[in-house]
């Protein structure tokens, strides 16, 4: 039996998809739970229009990225701090830190999305990258100077 995916089936496949099952297995799990429906040619037709809207959505989302990155890529975070002699900083600048002050500038993103392995604990520059939705990566410069 043919049947479109409605819903990520682990063993199956991934929404949206066309698969062709065993009658059983549709009708008694896939059709009652509303993982999938018969591949009929109106839910064929409705699915190739839910797909254009999808794409839609997505290029959209996608292109919002790409302006949030270009955004960041304009910023520039200067922290100034007190260090020692030999350059390291009495405390550091954490992922955190570069939230907050993207935040200041109405970018709104979680902490996890900030690539810094390590808080930066020495004077100097550093290119930290950001991880944004759709597969968009978009780079901060960070200066840290000496107060």
């Given at each position: 039996?043919?049947?479109?995916?409605?819903?990520?089936?682990?063993?199956?496949g991934?929404?949206?998809?066309?698969?062709?099952?065993?009658?059983?297995?549709?009708?008694?799990f896939?059709?009652?739970?509303?993982?999938?429906?018969a591949?009929?040619?109106?839910?064929?037709?409705?699915?190739?229009?839910?797909?254009?809207?999808?794409?839609?959505?997505?290029?959209?989302?996608?292109?919002?990225?790409?302006?949030?990155?270009?955004?960041?890529?304009?910023?520039?975070?200067?922290?100034?701090?007190?260090?020692?002699?030999?350059?390291?900083?009495?405390?550091?600048?954490?992922?955190?830190?570069?939230?907050?002050?993207l935040?200041g500038?109405?970018?709104?993103?979680?902490?996890?999305?900030?690539?810094l392995?390590?808080?930066?604990k020495?004077?100097?520059?550093?290119?930290?990258?950001?991880?944004?939705?759709?597969?968009?990566?978009?780079?901060?410069?960070?200066?840290?100077?000496?107060?």
């Amino acid at each position: 039996m043919k049947i479109i995916l409605m819903e990520d089936v682990a063993s199956l496949g991934r929404r949206g998809e066309v698969r062709e099952v065993a009658t059983g297995y549709a009708r008694n799990f896939l059709l009652p739970k509303k993982l999938a429906v018969a591949a009929t040619p109106g839910n064929l037709q409705n699915l190739e229009h839910l797909k254009r809207q999808r794409e839609r959505i997505e290029q959209k989302a996608r292109d919002e990225a790409q302006a949030t990155a270009q955004r960041i890529a304009g910023l520039t975070l200067a922290v100034t701090t007190r260090a020692s002699e030999d350059g390291r900083l009495f405390g550091s600048v954490s992922a955190q830190d570069v939230v907050q002050f993207l935040g200041g500038h109405q970018i709104t993103l979680e902490k996890r999305r900030v690539g810094l392995e390590e808080p930066i604990k020495a004077l100097g520059e550093y290119q930290v990258p950001i991880r944004l939705p759709h597969d968009v990566t978009a780079t901060l410069a960070v200066t840290v100077t000496r107060e």
